[in-house]
């Protein structure tokens, strides 16, 4: 309980991490689903984008308990700058600096998500195809920053999200080449 | 036409039982992560740079022992590793490091 108690903190932070990365990832693979158009017998559009933007705002939220909680460590303190400035941080400079890429970019995103109806549908679509690069640098972050990161249950979740991604990236291309094959746009006999 | 406000209707009703499940599978996993991260720090506070010992292997602390050395300096980074540097007042001084790990 007196390890419980001191690291409570620290233990926060990083399951808040790992909360947020898993639903980044939640969120990341609804999207490549209504990217690729896929036809769900029992999920129409509206229904996996209120769920996409459900998984944006939960893991909003743990992103929020990652963060605002390290300011909170009293061993490691890691001031506001440390936490909005990469580089600043001396803990892992490189991998803390990713995160904090991965957050502000995430903001922009979030920002560009709501002035999408003033923007070009094609600047909005391009600029949201940078949630990728997002994922990419938070899991970067995760496997580099987290002190979890060597256990089996950690590799094993971040396995499960990158394997999922990959494979729903996949799927998604796959489908984007179908579409645009001639064979697809005029089947046979008609 | 009927039909079709059903289907709307069921759809928005699995959308509510997704959000459920993310928010309860979310609460539960951040408790379940908690308890995972207290467990890899190996029932001590290895797992975090709060402690003295860093989960990146054994802390070692040198201690430059060194025969007129007036200045030491101890610095304890977020790794966990702890080092103590003595800065030799005299290059040609004899040496004897201390390793406790």
Aim: hydrophobic letters at 50%; a positive charge; one cysteine or more.
């Amino acid at each position: 309980m007196t390890v419980l108690a001191d690291n409570l903190v620290w233990l926060t932070a990083r399951a808040g991490g790992i909360v947020a990365l898993a639903l980044l990832t939640a969120c990341v693979l609804a999207g490549v689903v209504l990217a690729g158009r896929a036809r769900l017998e029992r999920w129409p559009r509206f229904a996996v984008e209120s769920v996409h933007r459900f998984a944006g705002t939960a893991a909003w939220a743990f992103i929020g308990i990652h963060v605002v909680v390290l300011l909170f460590d009293e061993f490691a303190p890691f001031s506001v700058a440390d936490l909005l400035v990469p580089g600043h941080s001396g803990y892992r400079t490189v991998a803390t600096a990713a995160g904090i890429v991965a957050l502000e970019l995430l903001t922009a995103l979030a920002i560009a998500n709501r002035l999408k109806t003033r923007l070009p549908y094609r600047l909005w679509r391009r600029t949201h195809y940078l949630n990728f690069a997002v994922w990419a640098l938070a899991i970067g972050h995760g496997i580099a920053a987290g002190t979890d990161s060597g256990t089996a249950w950690a590799t094993a979740l971040y396995g499960a999200c990158a394997a999922s991604v990959a494979g729903a990236v996949a799927w998604r291309a796959l489908a984007a080449r179908e579409r645009r094959s001639p064979t697809a746009a005029q089947p046979a006999g008609r | 036409m009927a039909g079709k406000e059903t289907r709307i209707e069921a759809a928005r009703r699995r959308v509510r039982t997704a959000r459920w499940t993310i928010a309860i599978a979310a609460l539960v996993g951040f408790g379940g992560a908690v308890g995972l991260a207290q467990q890899a720090g190996g029932g001590s506070t290895a797992a975090s740079p709060s402690s003295s010992a860093g989960a990146e292997g054994d802390a070692t602390l040198v201690v430059d022992d060194t025969a007129g050395a007036d200045d030491v300096e101890v610095s304890d980074d977020f790794f966990g590793e702890a080092q103590a540097t003595a800065a030799a007042s005299s290059a040609s001084a004899p040496t004897a490091r201390t390793s406790v790990s």
